[in-house]
């Protein structure tokens, strides 16, 4: 799977939007773009996915560049509940899922 | 759907000891896939199962690792002779269909604890 890069950390405060980036210079014409984040003491949870065109959910937004090298998930209102690591992964074929160490955001109130 | 179930929650155990774990997917997921995940890094693979079929397993899944899912349901991993390194979540995850790019259901993992 070809590699992405995030920040660290980010902050954000609550009922405030949040954006989200990720870098994914090499990504090939068969990546799906994936996010999942995972809250304390859980295991990952699948938050939305695209390839080329931006996607809305009930969760959150993706907005994909136009050469799809950058992508931004979009929280429109953070939550505290919405305070977890945050891992944008590249998917073709393969069905494994590979994190890198993600984006720990934190949501004050 | 109660969601993926994992059992037991936390294990601690001495080194040189064998551990099994077990998980039960979301009912009729055919892909069942085991993670391990050490503190402050990323879920890595280890290895999955289409069915009753185990299709890809890691490097990182030494000989005294093996994993089971006899009538493709439940799975099992067992960890034999224990050792420090091997104390991490151990995460599962299943998935409805058999396209590479479904979506994956994690269960809350079994957190192993290796003296």
């Known amino acids: 799977d070809a590699k992405t890069t995030q920040p660290n950390s980010m902050e954000s405060n609550e009922e405030e939007p949040v954006h989200l980036p990720c870098n994914h210079s090499?990504?090939?014409?068969?990546?799906?773009i994936h996010w999942y984040r995972q809250l304390p003491s859980q295991g990952p949870e699948y938050v939305i996915h695209?390839?080329?065109s931006n996607v809305n959910n009930r969760m959150a937004s993706l907005a994909i560049a136009e050469d799809r090298k950058s992508s931004t998930l979009i929280l429109h209102r953070a939550t505290l509940r919405d305070a977890a690591v945050y891992y944008c992964?590249?998917?073709?074929?393969?069905?494994?899922?590979?994190f890198g160490e993600g984006t720990q955001l934190t949501v004050n109130p | 759907d109660t969601g993926v179930s994992q059992n037991p929650r936390h294990k601690i155990t001495k080194r040189g000891q064998n551990v099994t774990f077990r998980c039960d997917p979301i009912?009729?997921?055919?892909?069942l896939y085991w993670y391990r995940q050490t503190l402050g890094q990323g879920p890595e693979f280890l290895t999955y199962?289409?069915?009753?079929?185990?299709?890809?397993k890691s490097r990182l899944l030494s000989d005294r690792f093996s994993a089971e899912r006899p009538k493709g349901s439940f799975s099992t991993l067992e960890i034999q002779r224990t050792e420090q390194g091997d104390s991490a979540m151990y995460l599962c995850?299943?998935?409805?269909?058999?396209?590479?790019?479904?979506?994956?259901?994690f269960g809350p993992g079994t957190r192993l604890t290796v003296l």
């Open positions: 199962f289409q069915n009753e079929a185990q299709l890809e």
């Open positions: 695209g390839l080329t």
């Open positions: 090499t990504i090939s014409g068969t990546d799906y």
């Open positions: 995850a299943s998935s409805p269909g058999t396209r590479g790019t479904d979506t994956q259901y």
């Open positions: 009912s009729e997921h055919n892909r």
């Open positions: 992964i590249l998917r073709t074929s393969g069905s494994r899922l590979t």
